[in-house]
């Protein structure tokens, strides 16, 4: 008899926890995330001089697509980026969290940085407009 006393206490107990665990996690997941910055590549190329040490010649750039992600804690977006100077590629992994660079590191395997296709990162040039004549 004690046992069936000690079970039902236990499930007095637990039962608000498994009200919990049944909650629809994906409308939690949704309020917290973070939107994908409106233009990241003018946000690294506006921060390039703070984002790496004086030591870091950058030389070129080429920066990869955003993609989510989901290994490093406090940033949702993350793009790669390669730096070519003097004929030696470096790559590196910048996570954002909305429309802030959150960390910045020499890429590592879990980055997955190798397998990204790049294009040129640039400052956008205006073109001057033309003079209306009279």
């Given at each position: 008899?004690t046992?069936?006393?000690?079970i039902r206490?236990m499930?007095?107990?637990?039962?608000?926890?498994?009200?919990?665990?049944t909650?629809?996690?994906?409308?939690l997941?949704?309020?917290?995330?973070?939107?994908?910055?409106?233009?990241?590549?003018?946000?690294?190329?506006?921060?390039?001089?703070?984002?790496?040490?004086?030591?870091?010649?950058?030389?070129t750039?080429?920066i990869?697509?955003?993609?989510?992600?989901?290994?490093?804690?406090g940033?949702?977006?993350?793009?790669?980026?390669?730096?070519?100077?003097?004929?030696?590629?470096?790559?590196?992994?910048?996570?954002?969290?909305?429309?802030?660079?959150?960390h910045?590191?020499e890429?590592?395997?879990?980055?997955?940085?190798?397998?990204?296709v790049?294009?040129?990162?640039?400052?956008?040039t205006r073109?001057p407009r033309?003079?209306?004549?009279?």
């Amino acid at each position: 008899m004690t046992s069936r006393k000690t079970i039902r206490s236990m499930m007095r107990t637990m039962l608000p926890f498994a009200a919990l665990l049944t909650a629809p996690v994906s409308d939690l997941a949704a309020q917290d995330e973070a939107k994908p910055p409106k233009d990241y590549r003018k946000l690294v190329l506006a921060n390039a001089p703070a984002l790496f040490k004086s030591s870091v010649e950058r030389g070129t750039m080429d920066i990869s697509d955003l993609r989510p992600v989901l290994h490093y804690q406090g940033a949702e977006w993350m793009a790669c980026l390669m730096t070519d100077t003097a004929g030696k590629p470096r790559k590196w992994a910048i996570y954002f969290h909305g429309e802030t660079i959150v960390h910045v590191r020499e890429a590592l395997a879990i980055d997955r940085c190798g397998a990204e296709v790049y294009v040129p990162l640039k400052a956008e040039t205006r073109k001057p407009r033309a003079a209306n004549k009279p």
